[in-house]
């Protein structure tokens, strides 16, 4: 299929620079959404709608054609550690009367955390799923 070229009467400059600058990022969008669909001629790009939209601001490289992005880093052990240990060990503490992973469980321990931590703590919001996976390790 031929490219369209075709603009409409109202369309300048303007339009044209704004649409270049989005462009790529909207085209391996779409070719991340060929892949997730399961289409012919999708490739995986590791594209989520964040990448899409940091890309197109101009606030992420975009990688090369067919290349996909970087994975995600989740942090270092330095940051998972202490979190990770304190779930593990919540486990150990209040295991018996809390088994698994809870809506209780995790305001208690969210109550505990955000009462007792340093100032330079992260929030809970990121550590939860770190403290969650130490809650949940199987031993």
């Known amino acids: ?19 270049e600058r989005i462009k790529e990022a909207a ?10 669909l399961r ?8 594209q989520s709608v964040a990448d899409t939209v940091k890309q197109a601001a101009g606030k ?20 998972a550690e202490m979190p990770i240990g304190y779930g593990y060990g919540a486990q150990h503490k209040f295991g018996a009367e809390h088994p698994s992973w809870d809506d209780r469980v995790e305001t208690e321990l969210r109550l505990e955390w955000e009462s007792s ?17 130490g809650y949940e390790y199987k031993r």
């Open 1 to 19: 299929m031929a490219k369209m070229m075709w603009r409409p009467a109202w369309w300048n400059q303007t339009y044209d620079s704004a649409w």
């Open 27 to 36: 085209r391996r969008d779409w070719e991340q959404t060929k892949h997730d």
């Open 39 to 46: 289409l012919p001629g999708g490739h995986e790009l590791n």
């Open 60 to 79: 992420e490289p975009i990688p090369a054609e067919d290349r996909p992005n970087p994975p995600k880093v989740i942090g270092s052990w330095d940051e």
């Open 117 to 133: 931590k340093a100032e330079s703590a992260p929030r809970w919001d990121d550590v939860k799923r770190w403290v969650r996976h």
